[in-house]
């Protein structure tokens, strides 16, 4: 199972992340939670201590590699190999967390963003290993986008999951996803309401979503705040939560088993 989740800053999609991560290794899955939004805070929702979070160093930082990979150091230009090995990335740099492996993606900003360099190829290359040739479940917790997804590697997204809290800013962030997200031919965009503290909220959320079907409710919670004051995991702390979770995992898992032309192009 491979799922995209998206949605406006501070809406919870790192939150999310971290608990469908962590939800499915408890059922003895391996699970890659990649952190792929430069405000990265995913190794710290998997409840990783210092020690662990200072361990998740940036793959686009990771320069020796990369011109290991690549043949060209990051910087520096000239010619370099756009399609590098990178199958044990996910194993030999990620950072076991609670039973997750978590790996930052980091930024590319030398040159641009989105430039066609030695960074940028490599972690295009990483993405594409996880989703398009691996069959372990990877969550990837994205900015409010799609940058680090082109057009062959989003065929292998199961589920493109737009977090929403019932705000209209939010809602307008996940129209932009699923359009973002129809342009690179994904066909299943699901939503997470989040922060619901009422069936007035749950109502304007459901009604501003239109057809995009919501697979989980998440209540406004104490202990989510909690949590996060506490530097600690939510999954750890609200049952309330992990309810919640759970029902968005049943759904992505429903989600996952019907075979769409994309997949069967594989």
Known sequence: MRIAISGKGGAGKTTLSAGLARYFADQGRRVFAIDAD???????ALGATDEQVAACTPLSQLDDLIEERTGSRPGTGGMFRINPDVAD????????????????????????????????????????????ERDDVVVLDMEAGVEHLG?????GVDAFVVVVEPASRSLQTAALVRSL?????????VAVANKITSAEDEAYVRDALGE??????????????????????PYDLDATFRAAVADAAAALERLST?????????
């Open 38 to 44: 430069p405000d990265a805070n995913l190794a710290p």
């Open 89 to 132: 990335v996910p194993e030999s740099c990620g950072v076991l967390v609670n039973g997750v492996t978590v790996l930052r993606m980091g930024t590319v900003e030398r040159g641009g963003a989105g430039c066609m360099c030695s960074e940028s190829v490599f972690l295009q290359a990483f993405v594409r290993n996880l989703l398009l």
């Open 151 to 155: 057009r062959g590697t989003a065929r």
């Open 181 to 189: 997200a129809a342009d690179l031919g994904v066909q299943r965009v």
């Open 212 to 233: 995009t079907p919501i697979i989980a409710v998440i209540p406004d919670s104490p202990g989510i705040r909690e949590a996060d004051r506490r530097g600690e995991s």
């Open 258 to 266: 019907v075979t769409t032309p994309e997949r069967e192009d594989r």
